[in-house]
Nanobody, 119 residues
Framework: QVQLVESGGGSVQAGDSLRLSCAAS????????MGWFRRAPRKEREFIAS????????VYADSVKGRVTISRDNANNTVILQMNSLKPADTAVYFC????????????WGQGTQVTVSS
C-alpha cells in the first residue's frame, strides 16, 4: 500500500505561482511512477505530469508544458508540482497518484487539493 497526501493548494490570482506537494509513504517507491492529475468542474480528469521515482524521467501534458515542473525529494519521499503563470483554466482539484512501472493504471491516489485561480 502507498499512502499519498497532497498539500499546497489555495486561491491565487492569474499569473501567480503555486507549489503543490505530495507526501508518499508506505512502500519503497523506487519502482513507482508518480503522477499529478487534475479535475476541473464539469470536466474529466486530466493528466498533468509524471516522474519516475528512480531516475527522475518526466512527462508533461501539452496543456501545461513550459508552465509546470514536476520533481521529487527523495529524502522526504515527496513529489513537487511547481506551477507558474497560472490561469483561471487551471482551476481544479489536483490529485497525486502512483503506479508501478510495469502497470498502465495508477492504483494509488491522494485525496486531492483545490486550486482556484481568479482573473
Amino acid at each position: 500500500q502507498v499512502q499519498l497526501v497532497e498539500s499546497g493548494g489555495g486561491s491565487v490570482q492569474a499569473g501567480d505561482s503555486l507549489r503543490l506537494s505530495c507526501a508518499a509513504s508506505g512502500r519503497t517507491l523506487s519502482s513507482y511512477i508518480m503522477g499529478w492529475f487534475r479535475r476541473a468542474p464539469r470536466k474529466e480528469r486530466e493528466f498533468i505530469a509524471s516522474i519516475t521515482w528512480s531516475g527522475g524521467l518526466t512527462v508533461y501534458a501539452d496543456s501545461v508544458k513550459g508552465r509546470v515542473t514536476i520533481s521529487r525529494d527523495n529524502a522526504n519521499n515527496t513529489v513537487i508540482l511547481q506551477m507558474n503563470s497560472l490561469k483561471p483554466a487551471d482551476t481544479a482539484v489536483y490529485f497525486c497518484a502512483a503506479r508501478r512501472l510495469w502497470r498502465n493504471e495508477y492504483g494509488y491516489w491522494g485525496q486531492g487539493t483545490q486550486v482556484t485561480v481568479s482573473s
